[in-house]
């Protein structure tokens, strides 16, 4: 990877600096005091135009809506959603275009505990069976399915491992792409039992 320059080393700041108020958003909703009400008006006043601040790459799960857990208004999210995040074509194309098109800097992969995609993938690994229904999702989460079923302390869920093995593999997938040079990719696991979001290691 070529060293980043002086530009993209300022807008990696400022998606550090927009990475911050994500998280401070999200403790406004962990403490029921959000700053945005996302009503009509709010509606109406970003109707003219968007500038979003970041996109967040998440599950298609009803109970993960990024602009509530981030506490963010009208046209200041971007949101891709596949099941599981897996990163498809449609899905980096989205990314791809939300860095091109609108400037975004920062990519947040958002995963979730109890995510019924993950779950899918680790009973078709541990039964070794295919359902047609669920067949692409599960071929494309196999590996981190395989590795949480074999890296996992008998007796353990390995549902949590599998998540984050996931995640870390989608931020690794979408920082390598020279289309999304310039661009902060970072991971983060929403609770939710509590509603908070905590950032992955890369490692």
């Known amino acids: 990877m070529p060293e980043l320059t002086t530009s993209a080393l300022m807008e990696h700041h400022e998606a550090a600096k927009t990475l911050v108020e994500l998280l401070e958003g999200n403790g406004r909703f962990v403490a029921g005091?959000?700053?945005?009400?996302?009503?009509?008006?709010?509606?109406?006043?970003?109707?003219?135009?968007?500038?979003?601040?970041?996109?967040?790459?998440?599950?298609?799960d009803s109970r993960v809506t990024a602009e509530s857990v981030f506490d963010r208004d009208f046209g200041q999210l971007l949101v891709v959603r596949t099941a599981g995040h897996v990163p498809d074509r449609a899905a980096v194309g989205s990314l791809e275009f939300s860095a091109a098109e609108l400037g975004v800097s920062l990519v947040v992969v958002l995963g979730h505990e109890r995510c019924g995609a993950i779950d899918a993938a680790l009973n078709a690994v541990a039964d070794d069976t295919h359902d047609p229904r669920t067949g692409y999702l599960v071929e494309q989460l196999?590996?981190?399915?395989?590795?949480?079923?074999?890296?996992?302390?008998?007796?353990?869920?390995?549902?949590s491992h599998a998540l984050r093995l996931q995640v870390r593999r989608t931020v690794a997938d979408l920082s390598r792409r020279e289309s999304l040079e310039g661009v902060l990719v970072v991971g983060a696991v929403y609770d939710l039992d509590t509603g908070r979001v905590t950032l992955v290691d890369e490692d």
Request: proline letters at 13%; hydrophobic letters at 35%; charged letters at 25%.
């Open 33 to 60: 005091e959000p700053r945005y009400k996302r009503d009509i008006t709010a509606a109406r006043e970003a109707a003219p135009g968007q500038t979003p601040s970041a996109v967040v790459f998440t599950c298609i």
């Open 142 to 159: 196999w590996q981190p399915a395989s590795q949480a079923l074999s890296e996992t302390p008998e007796g353990e869920d390995p549902a």
